[in-house]
C-alpha cells in the first residue's frame, strides 16, 4: 500500500515537472526571449545538477527519503509559482538553480525510497513501474498543460504545476508522518518485548 502511495505521489509530482520538460521553452518564447535565453536556462539547470546530485546522497541519509521528497515537492511548487507570479525571462533564468534542488534530491530519494522498501528481488521491477508510471504521468501532464496553455494563456500551467507539486509534497509529508510513528511504534513494542 505505501508504494502505491509513493506512486501516486510520483505521478501528481510527474504532473507537475511536465510543464518544464515539455513547455518551459515555449513560456520563455511567449515572454520574448529568443533561442539563447532557451540555451542560457538549460545550461544554468545542467550546471546546477552536478552539487546537487554530489550532495543527494548525505541530504536522503539525513532527511530520509520521505522527508526529501516532501522538500524536492515543496521547491518545486516554490518554482512553478514564482514563475506564475513573475512572468519574465529574468525570472525563468533565476529559477533555474532551483533545479538541483528538485530533480536531483526528487530523483536520488524516489531511488532510495524504492531501496529501502522493495525486496531486493523485486527492486528492478519497482524501478521499472516507476519509470512506467511517470513517463505516463508526463504524457497526461502533456495533454493538460498543453489544453491549459492554448485555453487559457502561459500563466495557468505554471500555477498548475505548483498545485499539483503541492499535493506531492503534502502527500510525501503525511507518508513520512506516518512512517515515523509506525517506526516509534514497533520500537515500543521490542522494548516492551511483545
Known amino acids: 500500500m505505501q508504494f502505491l502511495l509513493f506512486l501516486l505521489m510520483a505521478v501528481l509530482l510527474q504532473v507537475a515537472n511536465s510543464f518544464y520538460g515539455s513547455f518551459f521553452g515555449i513560456y520563455i518564447h511567449d515572454l520574448g526571449g529568443d533561442q539563447s535565453y532557451i540555451g542560457?536556462?538549460?545550461?544554468?539547470?545542467?550546471?546546477?545538477?552536478?552539487?546537487?546530485?554530489?550532495?543527494?546522497?548525505?541530504?536522503?541519509?539525513?532527511?530520509?527519503?520521505?522527508?526529501?521528497?516532501?522538500v524536492a515537492g515543496l521547491f518545486y511548487?516554490?518554482?512553478?509559482?514564482?514563475?506564475?507570479?513573475?512572468?519574465?525571462?529574468?525570472?525563468?533564468?533565476?529559477?533555474?538553480?532551483?533545479?538541483?534542488?528538485?530533480?536531483?534530491?526528487?530523483y536520488a530519494a524516489a531511488m532510495e525510497y524504492i531501496a529501502r522498501s522493495v525486496p531486493k528481488q523485486a527492486r528492478t521491477t519497482a524501478i521499472s513501474v516507476f519509470t512506467a508510471v511517470t513517463a505516463l504521468a508526463s504524457i497526461a501532464g502533456n495533454l493538460m498543460n498543453g489544453y491549459l496553455y492554448d485555453?487559457?494563456?502561459?500563466?495557468?500551467?505554471?500555477?498548475?504545476?505548483?498545485?499539483?507539486?503541492?499535493?506531492?509534497?503534502?502527500?510525501?509529508?503525511?507518508?513520512?508522518?506516518?512512517?515515523?510513528?509506525?517506526?516509534?511504534?514497533?520500537?515500543?513494542?521490542?522494548?516492551?518485548?511483545?
Request: charged share 10%; proline share 6%.
Open 40 to 70: 542560457m536556462a538549460i545550461m544554468i539547470s545542467a550546471v546546477c545538477e552536478l552539487p546537487f546530485f554530489y550532495y543527494a546522497s548525505a541530504v536522503v541519509g539525513r532527511w530520509g527519503p520521505l522527508r526529501t521528497l516532501a
Open 77 to 106: 511548487a516554490l518554482r512553478w509559482l514564482w514563475l506564475g507570479l513573475i512572468p519574465h525571462t529574468y525570472t525563468a533564468l533565476l529559477t533555474q538553480p532551483l533545479h538541483g534542488a528538485t530533480f536531483c534530491l526528487y
Open 151 to 194: 485555453r487559457t494563456g502561459l500563466l495557468t500551467p505554471p500555477y498548475t504545476a505548483a498545485g499539483f507539486a503541492l499535493l506531492a509534497a503534502l502527500g510525501y509529508w503525511l507518508m513520512s508522518l506516518r512512517s515515523r510513528r509506525t517506526a516509534a511504534a514497533a520500537g515500543a513494542f521490542r522494548e516492551k518485548g511483545i
